[in-house]
């Protein structure tokens, strides 16, 4: 009897695989340290942060990042906000998607958009990256343009030769009252795509 239970005991159980269709790269693109935390160009940090409080989940710090996941009807969302500072955003969107074999379909990457209106989404499959440094740094470590983003509008009311103060000021008055709905429906966006996928997602979350 010792030794059936022994033999038991010594086979090992398989070990739980994702599937890889069922696993998600979520980026929130921002710039690390205290005087960042609130400013317009910080939004995809702001997005996750969100999440990650909705889900009752908390970041890591780990190598190029800080890092939370959870699961969802049956996928896995991992969140990646990165710690190399916007213009080296690829360098670590790249890491991970390679460290958790993710798929280039399942990335989507959250940014600040100045051509939308403020707190207007755009979720888009591909495209140029806009001048925005963050997407252009990813599109050249991945060579390609085609991987979903998450455009979060930020609006283009600055003067003339003012774009910087204003991208990396902080919010408005008036914007952070609409703050915590569209921070709310960032999340339920995000968890769209991993669920209803990207067509679905778009067309009912863009320009909302």
């Known amino acids: 009897m010792l030794a059936f239970f022994g033999r038991l005991l010594s086979k090992k159980q398989p070990q739980e695989q994702t599937d890889p ?6 980026a929130g693109l921002g710039n690390v340290g205290p005087k960042y935390h609130h400013t317009r160009h910080n939004i995809g940090f702001k997005v996750l942060d969100h999440l990650a409080e909705k889900e009752g989940i908390s970041f890591s710090t780990e190598k190029l990042g800080d890092v939370a996941s959870f699961k969802f009807k049956g996928r896995t969302f991992i ?29 989507l990457v959250v940014t600040d958009d100045l051509n939308l209106s403020s707190g207007t989404f755009r979720i888009k499959t ?11 740094d ?5 060579n390609t343009t085609n991987y979903n983003r998450f455009r979060f509008g930020i609006s283009d009311e600055f003067s003339k ?6 991208v990396l000021g902080e919010w408005g008055e ?6 915590p709905e569209r921070l709310e429906k960032a ?9 209803a996928g990207i067509n679905n997602t778009m067309n009912t979350f863009n320009g909302k």
């Open 174 to 179: 008036e914007e952070l009252k609409l703050m």
């Open 21 to 26: 269709m069922k696993k998600f790269l979520i």
């Open 161 to 166: 030769g003012n774009q910087v103060n204003y």
């Open 79 to 107: 969140l990646l906000k990165p710690s190399t500072f916007m213009n080296l955003s690829g360098k670590a969107v790249n890491y991970w998607m390679a460290k958790e074999k993710i798929l280039t379909e399942n990335l």
């Open 187 to 195: 999340a339920e966006a995000i968890k769209s795509f991993g669920t």
């Open 126 to 136: 591909k495209g140029s990256d806009g001048g925005h440094n963050g997407l252009k």
């Open 138 to 142: 990813i599109q050249a470590h991945l």
